[in-house]
């Protein structure tokens, strides 16, 4: 099940480690040379939440949002600070149909380039250009037209779907608002 509302706490995702990781295997022969294969088309973001949390409320909410989440078993929205935002030439549109389109975000360097689907837009933050009229569903990505010229392109923001990657929450307490934890993982889900 994945939980729409509330997100992650925000407070506590600004401090957080979350990127992407791919999954690539390497083989090389007697002679030293590799073979490798790219597993994933895409990246599959990680992260750990721990240093997110520095005062005793920001435990009580992590806690609490953890509680409320049932650990691993259902998924939430992650604001990644690192990247959640498509700026203008950044936001691109996938045709489904000749009247829905699926969200993604553009990554340039120099000629490289990689397309990332974008699941969870923010609500109220995503403005279209192209002079039609459209709907977003900001549980999926997907656009639709009502009337007027197709999408050209988007900007604004959107949050990754996330799940956590532990079900035991560990914290040991140090001293006051001082904690000690291994580690508080979450991991990117497929939508």
């Not at 729409?4 to 007697?30: D, H, K, L, M, V």
């Amino acid at each position: 099940m994945f939980i729409e509302t509330p997100r992650f706490p925000e407070s506590i995702g600004a401090g957080s480690q979350f990127g992407p990781g791919y999954s690539t295997s390497i083989a090389r022969n007697a002679g030293g040379f590799e073979v490798n294969n790219q597993n994933w088309s895409m990246p599959l973001y990680q992260g750990n939440v721990i240093q997110g949390v520095r005062t005793q409320a920001e435990l009580d909410d992590l806690l609490s949002f953890f509680h409320g989440v049932a650990g691993m078993h259902n998924g939430f929205r992650f604001k990644n600070f690192n990247d959640y935002t498509a700026a203008a030439g950044q936001g691109v549109l996938v045709a489904l149909d000749s009247t829905h389109w699926q969200l993604y975000k553009k990554y340039t360097f120099a000629a490289l380039q990689t397309l990332r689907k974008i699941s969870k837009p923010v609500d109220g933050t995503v403005l279209f250009d192209g002079g039609g009229t459209y709907t977003l569903d900001s549980t999926t990505g997907i656009v639709t037209r009502s009337a007027g010229a197709d999408p050209t392109d988007w900007t604004g923001e959107f949050d990754f779907p996330v799940r956590f990657d532990i079900d035991q929450m560990l914290p040991q307490w140090i001293s006051f608002e001082l904690y000690d934890w291994t580690s508080i993982a979450i991991i990117e889900l497929r939508l």
